[in-house]
């Protein structure tokens, strides 16, 4: 039998292996928040290679806000925090309290599941993925402030299987206990349905804000959660400066 001509993976160039190891050692919580990284010269002597390598790897994951650099300190593992990739990334809880209003969370469903369809193409799941589906309002005083519809990957985030979420938010939980790196936000504006409108205690047909928003750490998705909002009473707020044209 003739030799069959197999391809064989390229190992990663240098610079991606320095960037997937520290970044590894971030997200895995070996290296927690405030700790120092090594500097520049000793990870030069650790991987034998350029000056230039190591600068580029670092740069990339301070790009990517897990990694600040402090003048004359050194580069050190960043806080986790609730923010960037377009929008703010809010506790609900601290937007209504923001308020003045008192704050009350209700969950209204918990399911472990094998995920759909149309599940596997959000998260980017293989067949048999298992994962949480979960329903909850936030209240605002008297009033329902959003209904939070989400789900969680059990492959990137398997903490979350022993977790009611029955007195606090999984939105809550994540920020405070999974490093994420990027997220993606779609916002668009809906009519509610009945049952969204029956939970909101809204007439069915009001407006609604709805935002969707995906998490991912390391190349895999962490969770996808679709937030509604009465329309009424929710607005979005960004701050911007104007750019200048190159030359």
Known sequence: MDDINVPVPREPSLHRRILEEVEGKILSGEWPPGFRIPFEHELT??????????????????????????????????????????????????EVRSLGLPYRYERLARLERAAKVGDRKLLDLPAGAKLIELSALH?????????????????????????????????????????????????????????????LRIAPGAACLVIERRTWSGGSYLTHVHLTYPGESHELVAEFAPTHPKG
């Open 139 to 199: 209240h605002a005083g008297a009033r329902p402030f959003c209904l939070e519809e989400r789900i969680i990957n059990l492959q990137a985030v398997p903490e979350a299987a022993g977790e009611a979420f029955d007195t606090a938010s999984a939105g809550q939980w994540l920020l405070g206990q999974v490093p994420w790196s990027a997220a993606e936000h779609r916002i668009r504006a809906v009519a509610a349905e009945q049952r969204v409108a029956d939970l």
């Open 45 to 94: 002597e650790h991987y034998g290679c350029s000056r230039m390598t190591v600068n580029k790897a670092i740069t990339e994951l301070v790009k990517r806000g897990l990694i600040e650099r402090r003048r004359k300190s050194g580069s050190f593992v960043t806080q986790p925090h609730a923010q960037s990739a377009v929008l703010e990334i809010h506790d609900i809880e601290a």
